[in-house]
């Protein structure tokens, strides 16, 4: 629910600004210019939360702005570079160890820390 929630947001969101810009510049042709959603390609039957095929018949009308809407981030590696959580999902932990083939070390909350400083 909460991943579908946040594609039918972005999706308002991206048609809403269609509205006012124009759809982004390859939509014609594209699966969602035709009205296929992303879980209509893999054969997925969305909850009856949102309103699909509202949103769906207003895209057809006015196209969508962005062709890229969602993408859950970071993974392992990159969010040591990035100094962000290892997911996309809230901290689990304060603190932890972290095991790479270099050795382990201990990653600690680092907005925890800036708070208790």
Known sequence: DIFETIYFGAMTASKDLAKVDGPYQSYEGSPISQGIFQFDMWNEKPSERWDWEKLRYEILEHGVRNSLLVAPMPTAST????????????????????????????????????DLI
């Open 79 to 114: 969010s040591q570079i990035m100094g962000n959580n290892e997911c996309f999902e809230p901290y689990t932990s304060n603190l932890y160890v972290r095991r790479v083939l270099s050795g382990e070390f201990i990653v600690v909350n680092k907005h925890l820390m800036r």
